[in-house]
Every structure is written in C-alpha cells, then in structure tokens.
C-alpha cells in the first residue's frame, strides 16, 4: 500500500511569512496526526482528527496554527504568521483504527526552517 | 503528562554485535503500550517493536528484542546481529491504554560501525 504523503519535503521562510503543509493519508485510515519535532527531541501531537473532526487540539498553538482535513482524507497544517521557533520537521501520520496497540504509519515529514 | 526519558543521546556498535539502548518512562497508569520507532535520515518513523504493559513476556521481533521491567518502568531495546542498516535515530514511545497520542522521548543516535 502506498504510504503517507507529505510536501514540501523542505520549505525555508522568513519569519511573520506564512507557510503551509500538506499530508495525503494511506486510504482508509481515519485518524490523522500531525507532530512537531524539534531538533534533538522526539515529536510531539499537535493536532488529530477522525475522519474530518478534530479530536484532540490541546496542544495545537491556536494564534498561529490551523489545520483542516477536508472529507476526510488530505489534510493542510498552516502557520501563520512563523517564528523562529517554529523551525522543525512536521510529521503527519495516519492509523486505520484508535486501538492504542497499534502505531501509525508516519510520513518523511516536511523540514521547516524559519530564519 | 507521562514523560519518557533515554539517557543515551548517542550509541555505537560493531557490526554483527549487539548494542541495548536504554528507555526509562514515568507515568501512573497501569494499563499503556510502549514502542521503540526508528528514523532514518529520511525522517520517516518506522515502528520496531511494541510491547503490552499487562503482557510479562518480552516481545520480540527478529533481531530486535525488549527488556520490559514494569517495576521499574524500564523498557530497553536489544539489537542482535547489528547491521549498516540499523544506523538511525531510535526514539522509545508511551502510549495510554485510554489515550490517542505518543509520548516520544528524546532519542537515541546509533551508529554502526563496519
């Protein structure tokens, strides 16, 4: 099956610019992460969604951070305006079910850097 | 929140040998999942092996084993027969029985030397 897709790969912004990144969901798979993984820590959740609900945005920085995930499948994470410690990789990843055995299937993720 | 602590920023082996890198995790639920992902320089998380707290018998896949000490919240990855593919950045994982996200922690650089 084909993975998750991610792009950009790379972007490279000024700080105040907005930016935005795209993720395309394995098929079928409900759920939908996004994490944030800044250089020399392990990622953390932004942001979930079941299906085109989100079920968990507690940790999504509400000011400068969106995210849709339109009928259900691709999803878009926006940051808007960036600052510089928003430079990090951006994880998307998808499951069929929320059964907490098993993991995600993650994207290559798309590398931030805000300067 | 759980927190998830390894203590090894950077590891090396022998190729053919075999290399443990440590997880230790804090959490006050009896009931969760731990996981031990790999990422490759092309940043991908790949799942290596996962481990049922309520289970005692140590899971296993292949090359790849865990040491789960539920006690002592412990949870290490042994790689046996250590090959050039193996080189990655290893983060260990917590996840709530109840919960829908990971705790990662801070990872673990091996290399593996020819």
């Known amino acids: 099956e084909a993975g998750v897709a991610q792009s950009p790969r790379y972007k490279i912004i000024e700080k105040r610019q907005s930016v935005a990144f795209w993720c395309n969901p394995i098929?079928?798979?409900?759920?939908l992460y996004w994490y944030q993984q800044i250089l020399g820590q392990g990622p953390k959740l932004l942001i979930q969604f079941q299906n085109n609900g989100v079920v968990d945005d507690s940790q999504l920085p509400k000011d400068r951070f969106s995210a849709e995930r339109l009928k259900g499948v691709d999803s878009t994470l926006k940051i808007q305006p960036a600052k510089l410690e928003d430079s990090a990789v951006y994880l998307c990843?998808?499951?069929?079910?929320?059964?907490?055995?098993?993991?995600?299937?993650f994207g290559s993720g798309t590398r931030l850097t805000v300067v | 929140a759980q927190t998830v602590t390894q203590s090894q920023p950077e590891m090396s082996v022998q190729e053919a040998e075999t290399v443990t890198l440590s997880c230790t995790y804090d959490?006050?639920?009896?009931?969760?999942?731990l996981f031990w992902y790999k990422q490759p320089p092309s940043r991908q998380m790949i799942l290596v092996i996962r481990q049922e707290a309520y289970k005692q018998q140590n899971a296993t896949e292949n090359r790849f084993s865990v040491n789960f000490q539920k006690a002592a919240k412990s949870f290490s990855l042994k790689i046996s027969d250590s090959q050039l593919g193996d080189a990655a950045m290893y983060f260990c994982a917590y996840r709530s029985a109840a919960g829908n996200q990971f705790y990662f922690g801070t990872g673990t650089s091996l290399t593996v030397i020819p």
């Open positions: 990843a998808s499951s069929k079910t929320v059964d907490p055995f098993y993991g995600y299937t």
């Open positions: 959490t006050s639920e009896s009931d969760y999942y």
């Open positions: 098929s079928g798979h409900a759920t």
